[in-house]
Nanobody
Framework: QVQLVESGGGLVQAGGSLRLSCVAS????????MGWFRQAPGKEREFVAS????????DYADSVKGRFTISRDNAKSTIYLQMNSLKPEDTAVYYC?????????????????????WGQGPQVTVSS
């Protein structure tokens, strides 16, 4: 079992920044690719960013490229999502996720069904 606990959500004005954190426990953290997803009201959960086991490879949704940065600190069993230049359309519940499977050292999945554990999802609200 992996437990994921997120923090850092809140209300921010458009153009502002927030940093989400996700602390993992229960299994060796460094063996997992990790990701962030989000779900806005009335919409499906969508991919935001993912990162491989050592932080050397990452991927982003086109809608957040250049504004969001995913990173990890394996010594702290924590991943981060730095969100800059926030827009009202970034408003959503943000979920941290962990993938159990290993598909090579650069593996950083981008689809929901590749992830096995999920956090509780902090709310991020961007006002215009």
């Amino acid at each position: 079992q992996v437990q994921l606990v997120e923090s850092g959500g809140g209300l921010v004005q458009a153009g502002g920044s927030l940093r989400l954190s996700c602390v993992a426990s229960g299994r060796p953290f460094a063996s997992h690719a990790m990701g962030w997803f989000r779900q806005a009201p009335g919409k499906e959960r969508e991919f935001v960013a993912s990162i491989n086991w050592n932080g050397g490879s990452a991927d982003y949704a086109d809608s957040v490229k250049g504004r969001f940065t995913i990173s990890r600190d394996n010594a702290k069993s924590t991943i981060y999502l730095q969100m800059n230049s926030l827009k009202p359309e970034d408003t959503a519940v943000y979920y941290c996720a962990a993938a159990l499977r290993y598909n090579g050292p650069y593996y950083h999945p981008t689809t929901l069904n590749e992830y096995d554990y999920w956090g509780q999802g902090p709310q991020v609200t961007v006002s215009s």
